[in-house]
């Protein structure tokens, strides 16, 4: 049974151990765990102010992450969303379900639009972004608030 749910502080390494795995063996980018230390303090990052941070679950494993970060006047920062390869595309859909999640929450806490940024290698994550009616966003026209990561180099508008 696939569940949505708030992550919790035990689910911590497993949330890094997902992101980290995905990040580095599948796309090839040199980062750590270490290099992300929200990763190490989700509700001091996350859970900030209106935002959260939600996993997906497949008979309690860990299979996906997203999280919602307030930077302030109504925004949202969209931040690790990530799939265990062995769930993307599944039906139901992990990645769907957790934006949607998100998306709800989000609205129902006042949030007016959604901003996140990906790289340019994570060309499935661009066409799912795109058909959940995200738009492309210029670098320059980003809120100053918006928490850039230096991997970062496709940013997405969405409004709520």
């Known amino acids: ?8 502080h035990a689910d911590t390494d497993a ?17 750590t765990r270490d290099d992300q230390p929200d990763l190490a303090d989700i509700d001091g990052y996350y859970r900030t102010g209106q935002g959260d941070f939600w996993v997906a679950r497949q008979r309690g494993r860990i299979v996906g992450t997203i999280a919602l970060k307030d930077i302030g006047g109504g925004i949202g920062a969209l931040r690790k969303m990530f799939v265990h390869r062995d769930w993307r595309g599944s039906r139901p859909s992990v990645a ?9 929450t989000a609205r129902k806490r006042g949030f007016g639009s959604l901003y996140l940024g990906t790289t340019a290698r994570f060309l499935a994550a661009h066409r799912f972004y795109e058909k959940h009616g995200f738009t492309v966003v210029d670098p320059e026209r980003l809120p100053a608030m918006f928490p850039r990561m230096a991997v970062d180099t496709r940013f997405y508008r969405r409004d709520l």
């Open 1 to 8: 049974m696939l569940t949505f749910d708030p992550a919790t």
């Open 96 to 104: 769907a379900g957790l934006l949607d999640v998100l998306e709800q």
């Open 15 to 31: 949330i890094a151990d997902l992101i980290v795995s995905i990040q580095r063996e599948e796309f090839g980018l040199p980062i």
